[in-house]
Antibody, heavy 117, light 108 residues
Framework: QVHLVESGGGVVQPGGSLRLSCAAS????????MHWVRQAPGKGLEWVAL????????YYTDSVEGRCTISRDLSKNTLYLEMNSLRPEDTAVYYC??????????WGQGTLVTVSS | EIVLTQSPGTLSLSPGERATLSCRAS???????LAWHQQKPGQAPRLVIY???NRATGIPDRFSGSGSGTDFTLTISRLEPEDFAVYYC?????????FGGGTRVDMK
């Protein structure tokens, strides 16, 4: 059974940094594309970043390019999202998600990031 | 970037009725790589349909997807109480991947 558990969210001041983690289980972690998707309060879904299954490429949405880095630790079956220079508009629930190809096929429960002074 | 526009914004229907949701892309979606996700209040989304017409694991056959190019449709043949939710389309062809703004299916 696929299980994705995010952690690391919280309140951070504008300009600050945060690292989100996603512990994966129930599948072969290194064989799947992994995604981060976010949802601002009361808003729709916004794709943030993905890492290819072989780790060769990462892709980002324009609004986080240069400020965020997606990475993974295969020994820990864990996905990360390092976020820097955070802005109020980055406030959202951040979901870790597994990919089947590039389609998101399983979602975690999310972790809330609030950027506020 | 492929922009996805969903319509209507809200659909008010009764259990047993048919729901038809639309997703229009700003340019042709290669290989019809268009998915639909369902989200209920306070919950994470769940994949319903991928590559236009393939049901995800555990999705009942009252859900069906169709379309090609720039116009795609999710149909729920007979609404059950658990189907009332927000539905998002997502193109999984090009980075940046994109979602539509969502269609809320409300109980009348």
């Amino acid at each position: 059974q696929v299980h994705l558990v995010e952690s690391g969210g919280g309140v951070v001041q504008p300009g600050g940094s945060l690292r989100l983690s996603c512990a994966a289980s129930g599948f072969t972690f290194g064989a799947h594309v992994m995604h981060w998707v976010r949802q601002a309060p009361g808003k729709g879904l916004e794709w943030v970043a993905l890492m290819e299954a072989d780790g060769s490429n990462q892709y980002y949405t324009d609004s986080v390019e240069g400020r965020c880095t997606i990475s993974r630790d295969l020994s820990k079956n864990t996905l990360y999202l390092e976020m820097n220079s955070l802005r109020p508009e980055d406030t959202a629930v951040y979901y870790c998600a597994r990919g089947a190809g590039w389609v998101v096929d399983y979602w975690g429960q999310g972790t809330l990031v609030t950027v506020s002074s | 970037e492929i922009v996805l526009t969903q319509s209507p914004g809200t659909l008010s229907l009764s259990p047993g009725e048919r729901a038809t949701l639309s997703c229009r892309a700003s340019q042709s979606v290669p290989e019809n790589y268009l998915a639909w996700h369902q989200q209920k209040p306070g919950q994470a989304p769940r994949l319903v349909i991928y590559t236009t017409s393939n049901r995800a694991t555990g999705i009942p056959d009252r859900f069906s997807g169709s379309g090609s190019g720039t116009d795609f449709t999710l149909t729920i043949s007979r609404l059950e109480p658990e189907d009332f939710a927000v539905y998002y389309c997502q193109q999984h062809a090009y980075a940046p991947l994109t979602f539509g703004g969502g269609t809320r299916v409300d109980m009348k």
